[in-house]
């Protein structure tokens, strides 16, 4: 059967993959090498220098591409390097509209870096399209997109974003991080690139950090495909072997994330100290209704704030916590929290997190597949 005929459970763990051809290796080995020998110049079996191409990251490359409904995958030392990448697309001049509530590094690569090479950025509120298409001009090259967004899990509507996108004649780029390509697959709504930190849900055990793209046409692919060889950003062996291993039993890890997200969510919200909870599977959530559109179910990720929105309170019941691990990062099987205003989103300014919502007293959990008994133990006991 080839990969079109596979459902999604079956291509994470066949989908763009072959058996190794000399042992016949169910896993891609891990070639650890940097050069690859030739009878002659030119004379090589496909690979020349692993900054280029490697078996083991082209073996994640075309899983990716598989999962995500793409004709093609890249993949990179972070999944910075892979925004890195995108936005190298771009001359000066170019101007990119993105979503104001995005994650913390994304946001400082756009100003800090790439903003004194002539590349305008332009931040704004996505739930209803057309406050996007007002923004765009003719110098419009690119929209980026996260959704649900880091950390206030906002829901942005791709197939609306995409046609915005493409009357402008602009590149869409989903961010599929938080949701993963369990949850929804961006290029089948329109999206041309979909961008992944597979450091999170993708290698799913906190022991990598890598970028991941996945791309619909040839034309875009060859562009980035120049860029990853050229700028060299690239990942291990390694590191692509570890990751290849944690998308194979991605679909498992996401149900039980999904299943304790709802009842972490849940108890939250019936908390007597807890002020909000940001979770888009409730009704009342903002575009709930595009969630369940465009989502197979509404993932693990929880953000709640706390009543006096305070940050003495948010960073005492953080350190409290003890099944729950304080700590930078998503997406492990075990369950994290996170404080984003000091953590994940101090390096946005205070007047802009505080316009999307990321106050002092707001705390992001990262629900992992322990027993949903033992969390809501736990978060009882810490906000307390």
Not at 140 to 148: C, G, Q, Y
Not at 169 to 184: E, K, M, W
Request: net charge negative.
């Amino acid at each position: 059967m080839s990969d079109k005929d596979l459902r999604f459970n079956s291509l994470t763990i066949h989908g763009g993959q072959k058996h190794e051809e000399a042992t016949g290796a169910v896993m891609p080995p891990i070639f650890q090498t940097s050069t690859y020998a030739q009878t002659h110049p030119g004379g090589h079996k496909g690979f020349e220098y692993s900054r280029t191409q490697n078996p083991t990251r082209m073996a994640l490359e075309n899983s990716i591409a598989s999962i995500e409904g793409g004709g093609f995958g890249l993949a990179f030392g972070s999944g910075l390097a892979a925004i890195d990448a995108v936005i190298k697309m771009l001359e000066p001049g170019d101007e990119v509209i993105s979503t104001n509530d995005l994650y913390g590094g994304t946001y400082r690569l756009f100003t800090k870096i790439f903003s004194k090479y002539g590349i305008k950025f332009h931040f704004t509120g996505m739930a209803d399209a057309s406050a996007v298409k007002e923004k765009v001009n003719a110098n419009t090259k690119l929209i980026w997109v996260e959704t649900p967004t880091n950390p206030m899990m906002n829901i942005i509507d791709i197939e609306a974003m995409s046609k915005v996108a493409k009357e402008a004649g602009a590149l869409l780029v989903v961010d599929n991080t938080f949701a993963t390509p369990y949850l929804q697959r961006p290029i089948e709504l329109g999206a041309d690139i979909v961008m992944h930190s597979a450091t999170k849900y993708l290698a799913g055990h906190s022991d990598v950090v890598l970028g991941l793209l996945a791309v619909k046409d040839k034309e875009v692919a060859d562009q980035l495909y120049f860029i990853q060889n050229s700028s060299g950003a690239v990942c291990g062996p390694m590191d692509s072997f570890l990751t290849l291993r944690g998308i194979k039993t991605l679909h498992v890890r996401m149900q039980r994330h999904c299943e304790n997200g709802k009842a972490v969510a849940q108890f939250l919200r019936d908390h007597d100290r807890v002020e909000s909870v940001y979770w888009p599977g409730f009704e009342d959530h903002p575009n709930h209704a595009v969630a369940q559109k465009q989502m197979k179910d509404f993932g693990g990720m929880v953000s709640f704030r706390l009543k006096g929105d305070s940050m003495q309170d948010a960073v005492k019941v953080v350190s409290a916590l003890k099944v729950f691990t304080l700590a930078e990062s998503l997406g492990g099987v075990e369950s994290l929290a996170g404080h984003p205003a000091s953590m994940t989103h101090a390096s946005i300014p205070l007047e802009e997190r505080l316009k999307t919502g990321v106050t002092d007293g707001l705390i992001r959990l990262s629900v992992g597949i322990e027993d949903e008994a033992d969390l809501i133990a736990d978060l009882k006991q810490a906000l307390a």
